[in-house]
């Protein structure tokens, strides 16, 4: 607007003389003609310019094109529309607006001006943020990958990368997958590297970190949320399609690809370890690398200065990568299922709700916030894994019916007992069968004194006996049991008459 008001002071001084104006006001001859033109239009002279502020001045020689006759879109609600729904597009809703006004703007014009609209109704402005020292870190995955030969396959790496915004020092590294698993142990390492824990992280809407993306409201996956806990810091997801909200490790994620990656382009590598060794080295090299004026030294030394003492303590132990599974349902068989595998918890929990933390060689369940068990992961073939002292009364008792208890406690009797309580065991069609014998027997010995039943066994196996009744009505005749009688003969007794009966 200052040159414009110039072209038309000039002009007032000098008249229409074009070349002297555009020498005058340091523009070409053309630029100066179409400046004079639409002030003759807008009516427009130097005095009435004096009066005008710049915007209006603006207004009045640049009024917006007006498509006559044919309806001007509506910018505000096209606006909403874009933001309302991620699949919409410009080119969707210019076809729409087409369709209802065939000689409306073209699609390059139609850009324009919804661009202009936006820009002068404030959309599209950044607000510059103030960073911190240990308040904030910034996680997110690069879009690129690596190729690596993994047992002679070409496999796809991620790379991780997390920055600090006061100091600019960032973190990279790659793992497999963006799962759960990688995810976590990530945050692990990275910890470690930067030797404390910033008082927020900020990470993208990836499901492993926030279940549930919302401004107000977002859900934090419990594992991860555990892993947060553990470090005593806390978790701030960025918007949802908002990458302004993190910007320090999306310039991060550049230059990892620059510094990083690029440099090892022309490097083949056959394991994750050895790719990871090659990025720590360019890593090293990236956050010694003196930074732009007009800051001083590189990412590391300001690190050392101002960041690291504002960084919170690392806890005495690492975290140990695991997964939550919260709300499973105990079975009635009180088991709760984890994949393939069934763990047992104590039976007054059955149908109630627990919650259950995995890791590679454990399984530890939770109710209430209180463990209640814990368990070896299981591998291979066995399915349950089932601790004693969590069956109910009765099935406990029935889970002890084997062959090996039954042994110890007839061996409690007496030998008699214990003898007799193996014939039973394997004089039967099945083990089970001879089990059940040997409960009566044992039954008998918590209600008769152990000499008794050990005469009553005695004589059960003389007699060749093989049943829990035989002892039974021995017991329970009253009367004094006879020893047992002599392979040898009928023995000695009154009615008997022996061989000096017939000499």
């Known amino acids: 607007m200052r040159r414009i008001r110039e072209v038309l002071r000039l002009e007032a001084e000098v008249g229409r003389n074009v070349s002297v104006i555009a020498a005058g006001a340091g523009l070409s001859r053309s630029t100066v003609r179409d400046y004079l033109h639409r002030a003759e239009i807008a009516k427009i002279t130097v005095a009435k310019a004096a009066d005008l502020t710049d915007e209006a001045l603006e ?20 606006d909403e529309e874009l933001r309302r729904h991620k699949h919409v597009t410009r080119k969707l809703l210019w076809l729409e607006y087409k369709a209802a006004h065939p000689d409306g703007y073209e699609f390059s014009q139609f850009k324009l001006l919804l661009g202009q609209w936006q820009k002068s109704s404030g959309r599209g402005l950044s607000m510059r943020q103030v960073h911190r020292a240990g308040e ?41 997958t963006q799962g759960h698993d990688d995810w976590l142990a990530t945050h692990v390492r990275l910890f470690a590297f930067l030797g404390g824990v910033p008082a927020r992280i900020r990470p993208d809407n990836l499901k492993v970190g926030v279940t ?39 310039s991060s994620v550049l230059q990892s690809c620059r510094w990083l990656l690029a440099p090892l382009r022309h490097r083949q590598f056959f394991s994750l370890a050895e790719l990871n060794a090659a990025i720590g080295e360019q890593l090293t090299i990236l956050n010694d690398k003196p930074m732009a004026p007009p800051r001083d030294g590189s990412r590391r030394t300001l690190f050392e200065a101002v960041e690291r003492q504002a960084l919170g303590p690392l806890p005495a132990e690492p975290y140990v990568v695991g997964e939550w599974k919260v709300d499973c349902t105990v079975n009635v068989d009180y088991h709760i299922a984890v994949g393939r595998y069934c763990y047992s918890v104590p039976y007054q929990l059955v149908h109630k709700a627990v919650d259950v933390f995995v890791t590679p060689t454990s399984v530890q369940i939770f109710h209430r916030g209180q463990r209640v068990a814990s368990h070896v992961r299981l ?17 406990s008792a029935v889970a002890n019916r084997t062959p090996d208890r039954v042994r110890a406690e007839a061996a409690k009797v007496g030998l008699a007992t214990a003898a007799y309580v193996e014939r039973l065991l394997t004089g039967r069609d099945h083990i089970e069968q001879g089990v059940r014998s040997c409960l009566g027997i044992l039954r008998l010995a918590g209600q008769y004194p152990a000499e008794r039943m050990e005469a009553a066994c005695q004589r059960a ?3 060749g006996a093989r049943s829990s009744g035989f002892v039974e009505q021995l017991l329970k005749s009253g009367r004094p049991i006879p020893d047992a009688v002599s392979q040898d003969g009928p023995g000695h007794h009154g009615n008997v008459r022996g061989p000096g009966y017939f000499h």
């Not at 207004?59 to 096209?78: N, T």
């Not at 995955?141 to 991780?160: M, S």
């Not at 073939?381 to 109910?392: F, P, Q």
């Open 59 to 78: 207004a009045a020689l640049f009024p917006p094109p007006v498509v006559a006759g044919r309806g001007a879109p509506d910018w505000a609600a096209l």
């Open 136 to 176: 904030t870190l910034e996680v997110d995955y690069a879009g690129d990958t690596i190729t690596v030969i993994d047992e002679g396959k070409p496999r796809q790496a991620q790379l991780f990368v997390a920055c600090l915004p006061c100091s600019g020092l960032i973190y990279a590294e790659a793992t497999w």
């Open 212 to 250: 549930h993306a919302s401004y107000y409201d977002p859900v934090i996956n419990a594992s991860y949320a555990a892993l947060i806990r553990h470090y005593r810091s806390a978790v701030i997801p960025a918007r949802a399609r908002k990458p302004r909200d993190k910007p320090s490790v999306e």
């Open 379 to 395: 591998a291979g073939a066995d399915r349950y894994s089932t601790c004693k002292e969590h069956l109910a009364p009765a099935h």
């Open 461 to 463: 196996l003389t007699a």
